[in-house]
């Protein structure tokens, strides 16, 4: 076990793309550096936004975002939503976009399932604004849905590493949560 | 696309085991509500803990807790760290625990990756205290590494996913990161 510096190895994260209106538009940022912040209702989760992104000052403004979970098969959009800016490139243009309640988070149909979220605090950190959204409701493709829940292999998320800077893919089950453990109960 | 209420789809999660000196002993809680909140040096990262947690007292006083990332071989015991708690059972002893510079965050040299963090902030939510740490040294296995860095694929993490409430495997990968989209660009 060897010290090798404060490296994040808090990985792999669900790649995301974040939609917010900007300067009236909308328009859409690849985001990994995300979190759960509690568990419960009202539900907040956290997105972590370099301060140079376009998308910043639409979050500020409009007090509203989304977090869309793209599949596999939208990797290349998902990608390219990510080195590319809304300064200068239409990337909403990629997207059949839709609004919830909050009409100013916009939302992308080819994403099988979509969160808007109300902003509730955020963390300004020197070089980051972390944006703390309240889960305001879900949007599910019927096509990822099992009994009335998301099924994530249905999904089939993109997971980012930052080490391998890859996109990955989820596997196969490995055990039941709150029940594998079990077996080490005395 | 429907509404399915105000569901968190944010997943799947990296397991973790969240270590902490809680009345002068080490403990471990699995947590997977985990969130990166920004990417740089110092790098912040959040573990949202429910109050009614035996670890959280710790955190508070001594101001640190680590984020070990167990494998899947240590399946059984990191969903055991989830169901049983501190205040009754000895988690630490089914470990190999070892400390880095802080001395109050217990690691766990059977996890192949251990993060120590001191404590930066702390969100107070009425449910869950937030716990904002900023990483000040990483520990790996020789065993995951590659070319000086953590290869996740060796690592084997368990993922989380509330719906299915079941730990995931890392699948292959999709397609490299600031790269696969540059197609899109015209």
Redesign the interface.
Known sequence: ??????????????T?LVGATVDGKPNFLTV???????????????I?L?KAHHSNAGIHENRTFS?C?PS?DL??????????SGRKTDKAA?FDI?Y?TLKTAP?I?QCP???ELKLH?V?D?P??D?FIGE????????SV?DG?????ARLR?????????????????????????????K
Request: some cysteine; glycine content about 10%; proline content about 6%.
């Open positions: 076990m060897n010290p090798i510096g404060p490296v994040n190895a808090l990985y792999p994260m669900p995301t990994a550096h995300v979190g759960i912040l509690n568990h419960g209702t009202p539900q907040y989760l956290s972590g370099g977090i979970m596999e990797l290349l959009e998902t990608d390219y939503c990510g080195i590319v990629l839709f919830g939302m149909r399932v979509n969160m605090d963390l950190y070089t980051h972390i889960l305001v409701e879900t949007y599910a493709d019927e849905m009335g829940k998301i099924d994530i998320p993109l997971l980012f590493d930052m080490a391998s800077a890859k996109y990955w893919r989820l596997g196969t089950t490995a055990g039941r949560c709150w029940n594998a453990g079990k077996s080490l109960k």
